[in-house]
């Protein structure tokens, strides 16, 4: 994770130091305006899969005998990709709602909708149960067991209340920043979470919050 604040940092002081990083920078929302879901897809691929492996290699933290870490990050990739689309839309719909100012009242309503309200219902469900349904075998009822009364309390409660803390700050300083820096900065952000979403999910067995099939 400190690569991954590190490559943040180096971001923020090359973008209000060095001219050329805040000239490709302000090309980014032309390019995501025209690829359209693609482009918040390869992100979340990107940030969600292939980065935080990156930064476990570059750290040496992989360890030797996990033989599966590729195939491994490569589903957390294809999670990452489903998420951050919805986490698109969703976006699209919050600028309807309440607007695209800065203002703390603003940040303030479309934070707590994303957090209190899709987060706890919607996102952490989805990425805990898709985990779930992976180490389940790929059964149907592990994936929705996320969204059971004892799935959520013993599956979900534990890393949605990580996730209040880690992405409300993160949202309120990310919304704080330029425009052409925000969408950059909430991929490495995305990228930060992924690794603590596998760590705070790691070996934890599902058959005692699904039904046998």
């Known amino acids: 994770m400190l690569v991954v604040w590190a490559l943040a940092g180096a971001l923020a002081y090359c973008y209000y130091k060095v001219p050329s990083v805040t000239a490709a920078l302000e090309e980014v929302r032309p390019v995501r305006d025209r690829a359209g879901f693609l482009f918040p897809a390869l992100v979340g691929f990107f940030a969600g ?11 040496r933290s992989i360890p030797k005998a996990d033989r599966a870490w590729a195939a491994n990050s490569a589903y957390r990739g294809l999670v990452w990709v489903f998420l951050a689309v919805m986490v698109d839309v969703f976006y699209r719909y919050q600028a309807q709602w309440f607007g695209t100012a800065i203002d703390l009242g603003t940040l303030a309503k479309k934070t707590t909708v994303d957090m209190f309200v899709f987060a706890p219902t919607v996102f952490v469900p989805y990425t ?28 979900v409660l534990p890393t949605y209340v990580p996730n209040i803390c880690f992405w409300i700050p993160t949202l309120f300083a990310v919304y704080a920043m330029p425009t052409d820096l925000q969408y950059p900065m909430s991929a490495l952000a995305t990228a930060c979470w992924s690794l603590l979403f596998a760590f705070i999910n790691a070996h934890k067995p599902v058959e005692d919050v699904i039904q046998p099939e």
């Open 49 to 59: 899969g292939v980065l935080p492996e990156l930064c476990r290699l570059v750290t």
């Open 128 to 155: 805990v149960g898709m985990m779930l349904w992976r180490d389940a075998r790929f059964r149907p009822r592990a994936f929705f067991s996320a969204w059971t009364p004892k799935g959520w309390a013993e599956k």
